[in-house]
């Protein structure tokens, strides 16, 4: 297949600081799928995150947990959990540091004690509430992203002694977790693998750390207004501020719509 294809992440992308969906954007994600262009989501958060965002905007394509569960017009193409033996190993460390944890899977998310402040504020600063409690979670099913709370401070003992991790700091207080090598760049790779789309005609938006990978494995990367400063010097175009109608612009900066 010839057609485009659009990767938008969510946070800072798609939604503004209020975690809204400006009406502009709404209105050229429309366009764009006028268009025949495949529009797509590329995010870090797991599928129950945002199944009211797929809904409203009519999308049923997406890279999910940073690159490990990824699903083509509804279908699952894509999966790559953490072992469970790699997060035991993780978990028993930071029990030992007191830095909480929280499993996720596609279906729900579980926290590994209860009223912890770091996991208060990090999920709040998404509007979710604190996660159910239950420490071994992920021990009887699949787990395609960890959370562990801390801060920056404190995650060299982390990452200098898990040889089968990567973290992706995305809260003053909070880390994903995901298996060695596994990014959106990954799950993109696989997208296009199972779709027969062609790499070149493939675009993403995106302004976290998170979003490095993809911005450079895509033919052209653009890089909100609000980005992180390492991104925008990955990105081959710099568009506005999600608050100043970023995506739309930014879709007429490289040529999706006039």
Known sequence: MTKPIVFLDIDGTILDEEKKIPESSKESIQQLKDKGILVAIATGRAPF????????????????????????????????????TSIEQLYTQAQQSGHPMVFLNEMGMRASEEEHSHISESMGS??????EIDSEFYKNQNIHQALLFCTKNEESQYLDTHDYLDFIRWHQYSLDVLPLGGSKAIGIEKFIERTGLKKE????????????????????GVAMGNAQPELKDLADV????????????????????E
Not at 57 to 75: A, K, M, P, R, T
Not at 126 to 131: E, G, I, N, T, V
Not at 202 to 217: C, H, R, S, V
């Open 238 to 257: 710099i568009t506005k501020n999600v608050e100043e109608d970023g995506l739309t612009h930014g879709f007429r900066m490289v040529g999706l719509l």
């Open 126 to 131: 998404l509007k979710f509430a604190y996660p």
């Open 201 to 220: 005609n493939t675009y993403a938006f995106g302004d976290g750390l998170n979003d490095k990978e993809m911005i450079q494995f895509v033919n052209t």
């Open 49 to 84: 995150m945002f199944e009211h965002i797929r809904k409203e905007l009519d999308i049923h394509s997406f890279v999910s947990f940073n690159g490990q569960y990824v699903v083509f017009e509804g279908e699952v193409v894509y999966q790559n959990p953490l072992s469970t």
